[in-house]
């Protein structure tokens, strides 16, 4: 049969575009998933690639067809300016830590008692060494879920946008259809968390291509792929193949009451790449044989991991076990055990912290040591290298575990590792400021007590502007360090009344080929984005300023829990110890280290400047919680873990009443063991009747059932 081919309207053309474009987004999504998330290619690249090319084509003939979630785009747009901060849904915690059978015995202890008569079920997972990601999407008009924003963990509470990045990575899926979303039982708007890694095959590929550019290689993978989701030009992001581990589904802030290993498995329904090393136990010797399985598979992995994560499979028993600060009481990390390496140490550098301390450093011959190269290590302090007799030449052993900064383990003493020959003498001065340093009794370092210190106000400031704290991007220690010098700045309150014409006119000397010049510290476009970011950084908040004052042991958790409850600096610097002490996070030993630093005249001093600049040192006071609000409650019987005397409190905390008779007016009675007649009452009067998880939800707001 002859086919005639009849000339076809434009609207007629684009029809069919649209309809083909469709058609190849579907299949490219298709081979995607199965490349890159199954591992299980069904056609060559170079087929994928002359399917990619089709689309493209379309696409550049009808640029109106182009959405932001089809395949062509994960090869990465414009660059972005800066990072938009965003807020979690809910904060983005950390994992509380093991290194031993001993210590996951405890932990898993801990959870049965917690967990009274729920089931616990753990179950283990790899814990890979990338970087924690937020995915959220969000429903489509035809009912599908897309992908509308990445974000970093940034401080846990904050993350960075970096959604033109992770667009790039190709085992996160864009679109996710409405079939499979029925299918996994998931609403078309949700949040995946999970890990982005860097495989060790790009991560080479990434370092052959710096050191042929001349650029230093990165450290490790999980640098590079930090490094990566923070670049401002996501085509680079393209190319450097990152992956996505997904390990949590959350809907409005919340997990899904499924369970962690259904969890999993809906995850994988979806399209996501879920780890498959996996498993479900109930015993500590189930839990040790995983971690030794997973050891020995490391080698081979072809990513990074450093431990095995536990978390209790069941919902309800994560809901009773709940958080602590940092972390959920019902998950734990068990971390393998630190690396270890030999080398040589030709020297002990000193340098002076921001809070004056004196801190050795070992200057090592490169060694090769848990993926990285390492040529310095901590010394832990003056004690230690005293107590050991350590001299200079002497071999010693690294540790290095993971994230943790290598340090030195011991001196190693045999036929091949004779001992060096010069006995270390420990600096009696600071080496900066040339004051006599101080140690004081118990104490294991020496400080430097000199006020004037250079060291201690180049730590204060670069403290003051790191991102955790006032997060001043372009203060790096270059900056600092010439800002000092040129006598710009003699305090962090100095920093807001720089202006253009003021770093315009700082020079620094210079000297090349014997030449000495004198040269700009900043140049026009450094300048105006430096000011804008000093500028920003007036609204970061009481609890920032907090922490960046640099008081002994006030980090971000204490920071935030002051500033929520006090409200503002001035009632912070007049509180008393005991005051203070009712945070809860807040001992005498902080308390003690808070009312001593607003003691000294300086440091007031320094408060008003910034006042006067107009640095916000004001928060939103907690809000109190009235979640029971207008609510009456009845205590029967004896509660699994809270005493009524606790429960009491909590229901009062939360504004609710607590009454001592069933009547037609109570809200709810709570109902432990042996509960007696106000039970049969509560029964009788239709009352609803809650055991202790049921008041613990009400309490947290979750659900009033
Ligand atoms: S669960 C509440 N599961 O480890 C936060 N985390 O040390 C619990 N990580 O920030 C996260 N693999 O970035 C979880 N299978 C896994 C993980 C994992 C790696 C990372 C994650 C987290 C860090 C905590």
Redesign the pocket.
């Known amino acids: 049969m002859k086919t005639i081919i009849l000339p076809m309207s434009d609207a007629g053309k684009k029809g069919q575009a649209e309809k083909r474009i469709e058609e190849l987004r579907a299949e490219l999504r298709r081979h995607e998933h199965l490349y890159y998330v199954m591992d299980a290619p069904e056609i060559s690249d170079a087929e994928f690639d002359k399917l990619m090319k089709e689309l493209k084509g379309l696409e550049a003939e009808h640029p109106e067809l182009v959405t932001p979630d089809s395949p062509s785009q994960r090869v990465g747009g414009k660059p972005a300016e800066g990072f938009q901060k965003v807020r979690h849904s809910r904060p983005?915690?950390?994992?509380d830590n093991a290194y031993s059978e001993e210590e996951l015995r405890d932990w898993d202890r801990r959870v049965h008692e917690l967990a009274g008569s729920l089931p616990v079920e753990y179950t283990a997972?790899?814990?890979?060494d990338g970087?924690?990601i937020a995915l959220h999407y969000e429903a489509g008009p035809d009912g599908s879920a897309r992908l509308v924003r990445g974000l970093t963990?940034g401080d846990g509470q904050i993350g960075e946008e970096v959604t033109s990045n992770v667009r790039t990575i190709r085992s996160v899926p864009l679109v996710i259809s409405a079939e499979k979303l029925t299918g996994a039982g998931v609403p078309a708007t949700f949040e995946v968390r999970g890990?982005t890694v860097m495989p060790e095959k790009a991560f080479e590929q990434m370092n052959k291509e710096r050191v042929a550019e001349g650029l230093e290689p990165a450290v490790n993978p999980r640098n590079a792929a930090a490094g990566t989701l923070r670049t401002k030009d996501s085509s680079i992001v393209a190319q450097r193949r990152l992956d996505v581990y997904a390990?949590f589904l959350l809907v409005n802030g919340e997990y899904l009451d499924l369970g962690q290993d259904a969890t999993l498995d809906a995850l994988t329904a979806l399209g996501f790449r879920v780890n498959p090393h996996r498993g479900k136990m109930h015993k500590v010797e189930e839990m040790m044989k995983f971690i030794e399985q997973t050891e020995k598979r490391r080698p081979t992995l072809g990513y990074d991991i450093d431990g095995v994560?536990f978390k209790v499979n069941s919902q309800a028993t994560q809901a009773r076990l709940g958080y602590t600060g940092r972390?959920?009481r019902w998950?734990l990390?068990y971390k393998f055990a630190a690396e270890q390496a030999i080398t040589q140490m030709y020297d002990i550098m000193i340098t002076t912290g921001r809070t004056g301390k004196l801190t050795p450093t070992a200057m090592l011959k490169p060694v090769f040591v848990g993926g990285a190269t390492i040529s310095r290590a901590t010394l832990h302090n003056a004690d230690w290298i005293e107590r050991m007799g350590l001299r200079i030449g002497d071999w010693v052993k690294i540790e290095r575990g993971g994230d943790v900064i290598p340090k030195v383990a011991a001196i190693v003493e045999d036929a091949d590792h004779p001992r060096g020959k010069e006995k270390y003498v420990y600096p009696t001065h600071c080496l900066v400021c040339g004051a006599e340093a101080v140690r004081e009794e118990g104490e294991a370092d020496y400080r430097c007590v000199n006020i004037d210190c250079p060291a201690l106000l180049h730590g204060a400031i670069e403290h003051w502007a790191s991102r955790a704290v006032m997060n001043i991007e372009g203060l790096g220690e270059q900056s600092v360090y010439a800002l000092i010098e040129t006598n710009a700045v003699k305090s962090v309150a100095d920093l807001y009344s720089l202006t253009e014409e003021k770093l315009a006119s700082l020079t620094q000397e210079t000297e090349r080929n014997g030449v000495k010049k004198q040269q700009r510290v900043f140049g026009p476009v450094e300048i105006k984005k430096l000011l804008k970011q000093i500028e920003g950084s007036k609204e970061a908040g009481l609890a920032r300023v907090l922490m960046g004052l640099g008081i002994r042991f006030v980090g971000e958790r204490t920071a935030d829990a002051i500033a929520q409850e006090f409200g503002s600096m001035d009632a912070i610097m007049n509180a008393s110890k005991d005051e203070l002490e009712r945070v809860e996070e807040i001992g005498a030993r902080i308390s003690h280290a808070i009312t001593d630093f607003f003691a000294r005249p300086a440091n007031r001093e320094l408060i008003e400047h910034l006042k006067a600049a107009g640095v916000k040192m004001t928060a939103e006071k907690k809000q109190k919680t009235t979640q029971l609000a207008g609510l009456t409650l009845v205590l029967t019987g004896t509660l699994p873990n809270l005493s009524r005397e606790e429960a009491k409190a909590k229901i009062e905390a939360a504004g609710g009443k607590v009454s001592g008779s069933v009547s037609k007016k109570t809200n709810y009675v709570i109902a432990g063991e042996e509960a007696g007649s106000k039970l049969d009452k509560a029964r009788e009067l239709n009352v609803p009747v809650l055991d202790e998880a049921g008041l613990v939800a009400l309490l947290e707001g979750r659900s009033r059932e």
């Open positions: 983005m915690l950390s994992l997972e790899q814990k890979m970087l924690s963990r890990e390990y994560v972390a959920p998950a990390a």
